[in-house]
C-alpha cells in the first residue's frame, strides 16, 4: 500500500526492489490497523480545521485521481487523502474496519460484497470504468513486443511483471489473457508477482522483468511513455475489467464521501479517464 496524499507522482515508483515470487502473507487485522493508523495521523496532521476525506483506490487509477482530488479541495475546501493499492487488500482491511470513506475498486465485485454484507452505504455503487491491458516492455530492453501476448514466450524475456492474481484484478485478467492464448503454462516460470499493478510496473520499469503486463493507464503515464512502449491486449481476451466506486458505511462523512463519488460522473472526471485508455459508461458525464 502506497499513501501519496493528493499529490501525482510516478506510475510504477522507484527503488529497483527486487522482485518476490514466493507469497506474502500479512493478517488482515493488522493489514486494518496500520490503514488505520496512517489516516488517523494524517488527519491528524490536518489540523482542527477541515475534514479528511480517505478514499482507498485501486493502483491503476493513480495517473488521474489526483487531478480529480484537487478539483475536489478546491470546490469544497476539504482534504483528500488517497491511498492506492490492490483492489482485493482493500477490500480485506475495509471488513476489518479500515477508516475509508470511499473505495474506488479495479474489480467490481468487491464492492458488491461489501454492499451486500451491509458494510457500505446504500445507493453509491457507481461503475466508473472499465480498464484494459496491454504488454509493456523499456525501451532499452531488446525485447521485440509486437506480436503482444506471444512475444513473452520468447527467449528473451526471461521475467514477466503481473500483479498478483489472488488480490488484484489486473493480475487475475493477464492470467486470464495467457491462458486464452495457450500461453500461461509455458510462461509461468518467467511471472513475477507485484502487490499490485503498480509494483508490477515498477520490476518491468527498472528492468527487473524483460516485461510486464499492466494497466494501459499506467503505461500512458509521463514516466512509462517516455520509457517504454506496449501493445494493448484484446479485451476479448480476458473478462471485463469493470470498476466501481462506493462509500463505506462508518465513513464520519457520508454526505461529503457521496459528493466525492458524484464528481466523478462529472464531464471532467470523465475526460480524465478517457484520457488514460479507460472504458467509461455511456451516461457518465450527462
Known sequence: MQDVGHRPGTAGGGG????????RTVTRGLAAALAAAAILLTNGAAGAGAQTLTVAAASDIQPVLPAIAARFERE??????LTFGSSGNFF????N????DVFMSADIDYPKQLERAGLTEPGTLYQYAVGRIVVWTRNDSGVDIRSGLASLAGPKVKRIAIANPEHAPYGRAAVAAL????LYD????????GENISQAVQFAQTGNAEAGVIALSLALSAALKASGTYVLIPESLHPPIEQAAIVVASSKQKPLARRFVELLKQPESVR???????????????
Open 76 to 81: 469544497t475546501g476539504q482534504k483528500v487523502t
Open 272 to 286: 480524465l479517464l478517457s484520457e488514460y485508455g479507460f472504458g467509461v459508461p455511456s451516461t457518465a458525464g450527462r
Open 16 to 23: 529497483g526492489r527486487r522482485p518476490e515470487t514466493g507469497r
Open 97 to 100: 474496519g479500515a477508516p475509508f
Open 92 to 95: 480485506a482491511q475495509i471488513q
Open 186 to 193: 509455458r510462461v509461468r516460470p518467467k511471472l513475477v508477482l
Open 179 to 182: 491462458r486464452h492464448e495457450s
